[in-house]
């Protein structure tokens, strides 16, 4: 693999490379490896660079106009741990995660298979090549033991990859969340408990959380409901007995309105949260570190 060191841009702090450094790239028939500059992590973060046999995260790369990205307040919430940070771009993300011990997928330019959705319309597109690129990150992922964090809209594409169900919009629900605001603290969750999540938090089982999205989840119950259908069907198909019903992933924390915030799996090494802890931590809170020391725990088991 090449190395290329990211630009960082100094309004928003976010680290990128441009696309056409990227096609260059593609047109030279070379791997590129996309990480922060050392000098950066200090300059511009404000955190000790990692040494040089420290763990490095292969973060799934946001889209910014023309460009493949992540944002300052993610870069410093891993850099913090002492992370090294690779960018994953979406032609070469399956060579660039060697030697990754973890995964982050973040919000991204994702177009939501209409399978997702309860009420798919005729039309609309059903994949984009962020889509590919996270099925082929999560298999990756998968096939070499590797922790995943989804984050935000990236919490939605690693759900929706298992086949759990949304609604398109949380207006399609009657609630009196308003799930998509600028508030910093937007809506109360509660943590299941005996989940990774009530791991994490300790005795803060309920806390108030920001909101970003306009998709939610369908609600555990209704979730169990269409699998225990589709067992039906696949028993019926086969003629044999159906067993008890159990998702592709677990749901970890619920909304006051029933919708899940927080789903993943401990066999599979996957936590997703539908917030944007990053972001809190940047406001200061100190409880939403835990959710990043996850990522280090379980590189570290």
Known sequence: MKNYYLKNEPLSGMFYVMDSVVSEFIDNEEIPQFEIDPQDY???LGCV??????????????RSGDCYAINRANAK???ELGFKIRLLTYHHCALQLNSCSGVVINGGAFTYSEL??????????HSSLANVACAVILNE????GLPVLGIGIG????????????????ESIETPIE????????????????????RIFGENDQFKVNSRHHAVMLPLRTQQELWAHKLELWAHKFRVGVGTVSLPLDIYAEANDGTPEAWGSESKHILCVQWLPAEMIAQGSELMRGVFRWLADEIAA
């Open 42 to 44: 200090q300059s511009k």
């Open 141 to 144: 992922a998968r096939g070499n």
């Open 49 to 62: 660079a990692p040494s040089d046999d420290a763990p490095v995260i292969g973060y799934m790369a946001e």
């Open 77 to 79: 919430a891993l850099a």
């Open 179 to 198: 799930h998509y605001n600028d508030n910093n603290e937007a809506h109360r969750i509660s943590v299941m408990p005996n989940t990774p999540l009530s």
């Open 155 to 170: 919490a939605q594409a690693i759900a929706g990859e298992f086949e759990l169900k949304f609604y398109r919009s949380s």
């Open 116 to 125: 997702y959705y309860t009420d798919p319309r005729d039309g609309y597109p």
